[in-house]
Structure formats: C-alpha cells, structure tokens
C-alpha cells in the first residue's frame, strides 16, 4: 500500500492493515446462522408457551375451571419476550410496534384456541395439578371445590355404566367411586356416557360410593 | 492491489470477492470513505481524527459480518447503518452530544431543506443560510440526522429505514415532524 501524499494513511488503509495485523476474517456463515437460528428458536419456543397461555387462560375463563389470572400474567410476560427476542430479528425494524403486537398476539391467539378446543389446554392443566405442587396455589381449582366426598361434592369422569341406575365414576385423584343415581336430577345437557365428565352433588354412603340427587356436566355456567 | 481494476465491479460483486480476498474489501472502502466523511462531518461535530476512527471501525466492523450482508438490502445502506451506529455508540461513550458541522455555503442542502419546510424563498436570504446551522442545532438529533440524511445524502425513505432500522411509516413521521419544528424555530428566532 502507498501512503497518501500528505505521509498518513487513509482511514480505509489503516483498516486495511489491521485487518491483515490482526489476521481478521468474516465471520463464518455457519456462525451467523447458528446466531439467527438461535434467535428464532426462542422466539418460537416463548410463542408456543404464550400460545399455551393463552390456551390455558380460556381455560379458566371458558370452563370456570379455575382462575386464570396466573395464566393472564404469564401471557403479558411472554408477549413481552417475545417482542424483545423478535425485535432481534433482521427484518423486524421493517414493522412498527403495533404491527408486531398484532401479529405475536394473532399467531398466538389462533393457535391457543386451537390447543384449548383440542382440549389440550385441560390435558395439560390436569398434568400440572397432579405434578407441580405450587400449581394449586397458584390456579385455585375448582376440582378442589368438587373434590369433596364427605360434603356431599364429587366430580370426575364416567368409567363405566352399570345398569339404568349406577354407573362407576373415576374422580380427579383417580379414586373409583360407585354412583347411584336412581333419585338423581339429572341438570341440562348433561349425557352419561363412557368419557363425560361430571359434577355430582349427593352424599357418600361408604368409602367408595355416593348417591347423587343432582348430576351437571364439568363444563357449566360461570354460576355452577 | 486486486488484478482487476476495482470499478468495473459493483457493490455486490466487491461483496462476494471480498469473503475470499481482503484486497477487493479495500476498493469498497475507498469507493464510500469520502461520502462516509462527509456524512459523519453532518452529522457529529468531532475532530477529524475521531471521524477517521469511527469510519476505520466500521469498516473493520463490515470486513468481520460480510457474511451477514444482505444482498436485498442496498450495500450502501448497510454501510451508512453500520457507521451510524458506531457513531451514536462514540458519542454515548464519550457523552458527548451530537452537534453538526458543516459548510452553510452548501446551497443544494440549504436550498432542499428550505424548500421542503415551505418558508418563503423571498425571506430567505444570506444572512439565514448561516443560521441553518444553528437550527439544525436546536433540532432534536432523532430530527436533525433523518434531515441531514434525506436533504444532504439525498437517501429516500426506504433507505433512511434500512439505515436508522426503523419502520418507513416511523421515518416519515420524523421528517414531518423535523421540518415542522425547523420552521417553528426558523419563525421563532425570526431570522
């Protein structure tokens, strides 16, 4: 390289030299890759728990099944990350704030219904109260409400129908339990099939029977 | 120097030969240095020797990530953004706030500028394209440097995005707003 007329070297030489000083390279492309890839596995894995949020939080609004206030808060914290993580993205400065808010909380909603009306959103909350123990604390269930025998409240799910008057119940904490409702009122769309899930008020006649005066489907009014 | 002469190359082209020999990185380099100068010159008001070692740094800063440049992005754009930002981080280092620099004899500047804000070419006179400068000034720097790069470095709004990284809907709210507030200081100081 010459130098310039004046004896110093231009700001483009100087970097030149350094460049070869140094021994500098461009980064390599699998590099750069792995950077992007990484970034966008984040954000798909803070979508995917927002989703489940969201799945969750219709959860306990829609079925009553608990309050979804945990759920909401944990939906506000991922809806933040994931714009932050997806702000770091290449093309994201292309949108405006509005815009990234709309579609993180559209791809979000849409696939979060769609695990709610898969009834994965249930699934799931099920798994979450028989495995973490701070989730009863957390999300007060209304299982705990309709899981109490010796006052007369049981729930669960219908494992097998015994004649036009008993049927046997499995209850959340997986107890089996013989229904007798030959006096029982039988409340609005309630179907006593293999699989339904069920509320029952009544009383308990022995260490694994009830009678039931009145049976509701799981899934009621916000007043049930 | 590269076997070929550098200008028989585009941006591009520079680009992808430069991933395997650094000598045609350097026929990009001088190709902007100039331009990259001048625009910092506008922008920030640091001694030369500062203005170099930004543009040194940015230069060796675009070498280490050529392999992230974009082709759907212009070269230049990426650039100018890669210089911007090593300004601003200069300057929040030294904590020093941006001023500009720059010739108020400059009439094509001076003259868009005018044009765009709507004041009356008849009051325009000498004595208020010296206080250009101390408008732009008063401007604040989100406002100055959008001014600075659609009026001076002549970059449209797509490219203004690409280099401040910001939505074109956002980088034509800043120009509206920059040339509102240049003319309300403009009537203010009633030059």
């Known amino acids: 390289m010459k130098p310039t007329a004046s004896n110093r070297l231009s700001a483009s030489q100087k970097a030149l030299q350094s460049i070869r000083q140094r021994r500098l390279q461009p980064l390599p492309k699998w590099h750069l890759y792995l950077k992007k890839s990484l970034i966008w596995l984040v954000v798909i894995f803070f979508l995917l728990i927002l989703s489940l949020g969201i799945s969750l939080t219709l959860l306990g609004m829609i079925d009553n099944l608990f309050t979804p206030y945990f759920w909401f808060a944990a939906v506000a914290i991922f809806l933040f990350l994931s714009y932050f993580v997806l702000d770091q993205s290449r093309q994201a400065y292309r949108l405006e704030t509005w815009q990234k808010v709309f579609l993180i909380s559209l791809s979000t909603f849409i696939f979060g219904f769609i695990l709610f009306r898969r009834g994965f959103a249930r699934r799931f909350d099920n798994h979450l109260e028989t495995t ?43 107890q089996t339990w013989t229904i007798d409702y030959s006096t029982a009122v039988i409340r609005g769309r309630t179907q006593l099939v293999i699989g339904q899930e069920i509320k029952i008020i009544g009383r308990q006649t022995g260490s694994d029977s009830f009678v039931a005066n009145e049976i509701r489907p799981w899934i009621g009014k916000k007043s049930n | 120097m590269p076997s070929s002469p550098c200008h028989q190359f585009d941006d591009q082209q520079l680009v992808h030969l430069s991933l395997t020999d650094s000598q045609y990185f350097l026929c990009l380099m001088q190709r902007y240095e100039t331009k990259l100068t ?128 910001k939505p074109m809907g956002t980088v034509a709210t800043l ?13 203010t100081n009633r030059f």
């Not at chain 2, 509206?176 to 403009?186: D, E, G, I, N, V």
């Open chain 1, 132 to 174: 973490v123990p701070y989730y009863r604390h957390l999300t007060p269930l209304k299982i705990n409400t309709w899981s109490q025998p010796q006052n007369g409240l049981i729930s669960g799910q219908i494992t097998q129908i015994l004649s036009d008057t008993s049927f046997k119940l499995q209850d959340f904490t997986h």
């Open chain 2, 38 to 165: 001048a625009y910092l010159n506008r922008f920030v008001y640091l001694p030369s020797e500062d203005i170099a070692d930004i543009i040194q740094e940015s230069f060796i800063n675009t070498y280490r990530h050529l392999g992230d440049y974009n082709p759907k992005l212009k070269f230049s754009s990426w650039l100018y953004r890669i210089v911007h930002n090593q300004a601003v981080n200069f300057l929040k280092k030294s904590r020093l706030t941006r001023q500009i620099n720059f010739d108020p004899e400059d009439d094509d500047f001076t003259s868009s500028l005018i044009a765009a804000v709507n004041i009356e070419q008849e009051t325009v006179n000498q004595h208020f394209r010296r206080h250009v400068k101390t408008i732009l000034q008063q401007l604040k720097p989100q406002y100055r440097e959008v001014l600075v790069l659609k009026y001076f470095e002549d970059k449209d709004y797509h490219e203004i995005s690409d280099i401040l990284q």
């Open chain 2, 175 to 187: 120009i509206s707003r920059a040339k509102h507030q240049f003319k309300q200081l403009y009537e």
